[in-house]
Nanobody
Framework: EIQLVESGGGLVQTGESLRLSCAAS????????LGWFRQAPGKEREGVSC????????FYSDSVKGRFTISSDNDKNTVYLQMNSLKPEDTAVYYC??????????????????WGQGTQVTVSS
């Protein structure tokens, strides 16, 4: 059974940092792409970042480029999202997602087959 479990969310102030973790089980990291999405209250879920398990290629949305860094530890089957210079507009529930696929539109929600339960990130002004 494939499972994704996010952790690391919390309440921080503007300009501070958080690191989210997504512990994966039930599949081999090397074959999958792992994505981070977020959903703010009243808004649609949006793609934040993605990393290719087979080659470590990374992708970011324009809204987080230069502030967020995605990485993975394939030995631990864990993907991370380091979030720096946080802003109130980063407040959302952050989700980890996985799909056994390469070369796809990583920001599309429907591209992913597996999802975690989410972790809340709140950035106060």
């Amino acid at each position: 059974e494939i499972q994704l479990v996010e952790s690391g969310g919390g309440l921080v102030q503007t300009g501070e940092s958080l690191r989210l973790s997504c512990a994966a089980s039930g599949f081999t990291f090397d074959d999958y792409a792992l994505g981070w999405f977020r959903q703010a209250p009243g808004k649609e879920r949006e793609g934040v970042s993605c990393i290719g398990g087979h080659d470590g290629s990374t992708f970011y949305s324009d809204s987080v480029k230069g502030r967020f860094t995605i990485s993975s530890d394939n030995d631990k089957n864990t993907v991370y999202l380091q979030m720096n210079s946080l802003k109130p507009e980063d407040t959302a529930v952050y989700y980890c997602a996985a799909v056994e696929r390469r070369g796809f539109s990583w920001w599309r929600i429907r591209a992913y087959d597996y999802w975690g339960q989410g972790t809340q990130v709140t950035v106060s002004s």
